[in-house]
């Protein structure tokens, strides 16, 4: 089975400072894992992913994630968050050999100036 | 290049009436998905269409819920009778499917239903 965990429902940041959003993941095989980020009445927008080779993926709006097998982790972070940053992400999980993606609960990031 | 289109983007029922949702993917995409997103939760897959056939629909509660994209593009889901706990959001996605792990999602339709 395929399954995704943002442990923080919400995070807080402030302006210029590092963000971290973080995502585990389990499956049978082979991870894919994205991003997807959600604005306010928007539908979801394609951020990062990782397939396979480099384990840090470096995504849009200078988003980045690091892969980490043994942790079975796909944090998203960037170096100096933005107040238009703020939004509600998603990891999302599917194992190689299945088509059907699973998403993970959300994690509302806010940006205070 | 236009994006995934949904509509309405939002509508509110009795239970017990039926709805209808329609989805029209990005031109050329032939991978169609529709998802439920509850309040506070992710996005859950209902079907997924490849062309105009329904490839994965392990998901749709057949009892009231049924999809059709008949000529492979735009898409109608449909609920009836409509049940209290169907108010959720209604995603619509569309991929090509030589790349289908990049989803695009339309804005979707706020379905409640009192």
């Known amino acids: 089975a395929q399954s995704v965990a943002q442990p923080e429902d919400q995070v807080n940041v402030a302006e210029g400072n590092p963000l971290t959003v973080k995502c585990t993941y389990s499956?049978?095989?082979?991870?894919?894992l994205f991003w997807y980020v959600q604005y306010p009445n928007r539908g979801l927008q394609f951020l990062l992913k990782?397939?396979?080779?480099?384990?840090l993926v470096k995504g849009s709006y200078g988003f980045e994630a690091e892969f980490n097998k043994s942790q079975t982790s796909f944090h998203l972070k960037k170096p100096s968050a933005l107040v238009s940053d703020s939004a509600l992400y998603f990891c999302?999980?599917?194992?190689?050999?299945?088509?059907?993606?699973?998403f993970g609960a959300g994690t509302r990031l806010t940006v205070k100036p | 290049e236009a994006g995934v289109v949904q509509s309405p983007r939002y509508k509110i029922i009795e239970k017990k009436q039926p709805v209808a949702f329609w989805c029209n993917p990005i031109?050329?995409?032939?991978?169609l998905y529709w998802y439920r997103q509850n309040l506070g939760q992710g996005p859950e897959l209902l079907i997924r269409?490849?062309?105009?056939?329904?490839?994965?629909d392990s998901q749709l509660p057949k009892d009231r819920f049924s999809a059709e994209r008949l000529k492979g593009v735009d898409s109608t889901l449909k609920i009836q009778p409509a049940e209290l706990g169907d108010s959720a959001v209604y995603l619509c996605?569309?991929?090509?499917?030589?790349?289908?792990?990049?989803?695009?999602f339309g804005p979707g339709t706020r379905l409640t239903v009192l």
């Open positions: 990782y397939i396979t080779g480099d384990n």
């Open positions: 499956v049978s095989g082979n991870p894919y």
């Open positions: 996605a569309s991929s090509l499917e030589s790349a289908r792990d990049t989803q695009y």
């Open positions: 031109s050329g995409h032939n991978t």
């Open positions: 269409y490849e062309n105009e056939e329904a490839v994965d």
């Open positions: 999302a999980v599917r194992d190689k050999w299945r088509d059907d993606m699973r």
